[in-house]
């Protein structure tokens, strides 16, 4: 079955900087587009960032210039750059797959990991 398994989530400082991993399993990878999306306590579930099989990616506005979406197809996994953190980046992030293009509504997509919590101190 797919997995996918997230990592790299932690407590940082304000202005601080993390990278999120997401590993995936049980698909073929190439032919997925990921997504990283986030969920503050008491808040819905937004997206961050998407990266399509072809690897062109796209942002939410709120992130765009700070973070940045890869995709290494050789070892299945997605990765989150994520710098200059604030506090309203605090959330627990998740990424998810579906095929070929990303988009960004959560409810767009097949799979999704278990979660990574961020946590950024001012």
């Known amino acids: 079955q797919v997995q996918l398994v997230e990592s790299g989530g932690e407590l940082v400082q304000a202005g601080g900087s993390l990278r999120l991993s997401c590993a995936a399993s049980?698909?073929?990878?190439?032919?997925?587009?990921m997504a990283w999306f986030r969920q503050a306590p008491g808040k819905e579930r937004d997206f961050v960032a998407g990266i399509h099989w072809s690897a062109s990616t796209f942002y939410a506005e709120s992130v765009t210039g700070r973070f940045t979406i890869s995709r290494e197809n050789a070892k299945n996994t997605v990765y989150l750059q994520m710098n200059s953190l604030k506090p309203d980046d605090t959330a627990v992030y998740y990424c998810a797959a579906r095929r070929l293009i990303a988009m960004g509504v959560a409810g767009e997509y097949d799979y999704w990991g278990q979660g990574t919590q961020v946590t950024v101190s001012s």
């Open positions: 049980g698909l073929t990878f190439s032919n997925y587009a």
